[in-house]
């Protein structure tokens, strides 16, 4: 039976860039996930009778909102759901599963590589039928509904038995359990060459893959362990918990340090790897070789022909605006587009489906293609894979002869974690009132050529996006950006990103923060980042 629940609205229901996350407090209060989910579907037209997709990073409180979300979505009049065993899908592998079966829509329950746990994070996110995250219009639409919603319908029905696969039904609406790998992994099988990346295990190639006790462990081990014939152990933490077993299921080298230190020893394998809490990060490392995020999509971008699913070429790239500029020295030199965006892989989706692009990329270890609408931790690392079985090189020697060839973007982002919002919101104004004076101006010998709010206009939708982060750029084509991240729960995170262009191959092997020392002590000076933050340091830096 279709019941309507009278409701109060909450305030604080806006999508950041990547959904709604908070704590998972916060999504326990009454008719929290309930308000947010209905908030979705009003502010969609023409789902009815058709398939909506569900999964998430089986964080804590994972298995409670697929219930939820379910009984609403039968209620207001969805005629199938397809749901990941265990209510499991990789971030990644919902949008390959929309747009395999020409889903509607789907919708992801993550907070990405933000902690888990009953005092962790969670999140909700819609994706629309290209499988990608939905448009900002759809996003402020939601939004905009869930300051004013009285009301939400449900389905009074016992909760879905979600790990064994098969049909059910709730209400009109049928619901499917299905295999969370299979789909994904099919997928990857069209893209690259198995059979020589299994070669290369046969012949003694090595990995570590850590899934970080979330998401990627069952996609890993099916496909690196089983189907490609890496060793058995292989894949670290490969199991997903409900609080990641303790870890911040982040791959950076603060939270994977283990897997660079394992990278700079004597036992170090070939590659070591890892992906985040949802799946849709990255990180790589090689013997004695750390790939930033940066230089991957650049290298990636340079070696995707080696792949069979990119064979004829790819027609263009895409960064994020803080993302260095390697990926457009790669561009440049093979002749295609390169696209400069906001960050938030939803600004990539146009560009992808309108063919402009092929390969995408954050600094914040986020890599995909066309293949799906999300980025995708998994494939990077497969592709990676494929490039060195093909290329029968190292990391390493891959890198050095990357430099060699197009030059180093030296680059590292400094991250103040959860500082006062007030005081990083202060911070930032100060910073935007002052950029009309910073230009001509000259820190530490260093001279702005340049200072913005960068802005972005689609070329493909015309829509218009503004203050997407603060640019300083200097004379010797060094930038310094900074910006707030829109991926967290508590506080506030300023982020900082320094970058320098080094095209001699005899200065390209300096440690990078030393390459940057000047201009990151002109990042903190210029911003005055302790008066405004306290902090005096960064808490994180990659």
Known sequence: MIKTVPTTPYQDQRPGTSGLRKKVPVFQQAN??????????????????????????????????????????AANGFGRAVVGQGGILSTPAVSALIRSIKAFGGIVLSASHNPGGPDGDFGIKYNISNGGPAPEKITEAIYARTRIIDSYKIIEASDVELDRLGVSQIGDMKIEIVDSVQNYQALMQTLFDFDRIRDAFRRGFAIKFDAMSAVTGPYARAILEDALGAAKGSVLNGVPLPDFGHHHPDPNLVHARHLYDLAMSAL???????????????LIIGRSRFVTPSDSLAILAANAHLAPGYRNGIAGVARSMPTSGAADRVAQKMGIAIYETPTGWKFFGNLLDAGLVTICGEESAGTGSNHVREKDGLWAVLLWLDILAARKRSVDEIVREHWATYGRNYYSRHDYEEVDADGANALIKNLRDGLPTLKGKTFGGLEIADADDFAYHDPVDGSDSANQGLRLMFADGSRIVYRLSGTGTAGATLRVYIERYQPDAALQDIETQAALSDLIGQSRSIADIERFTGRAEPSVIT
């Open 268 to 282: 170090a394998p070939d590659l070591c790897a890892a992906s985040d809490g949802d799946g849709d990060r990255n």
């Open 32 to 73: 929290y996930v309930e308000n947010f989910v209905q908030a979705i579907f009003d502010s969609l037209e023409g789902f009815a009778g058709q398939t909506l997709v569900v999964g998430g990073d089986g964080r804590y409180y994972n298995r409670e909102a697929v219930q939820k979300i379910l009984k609403i979505a």
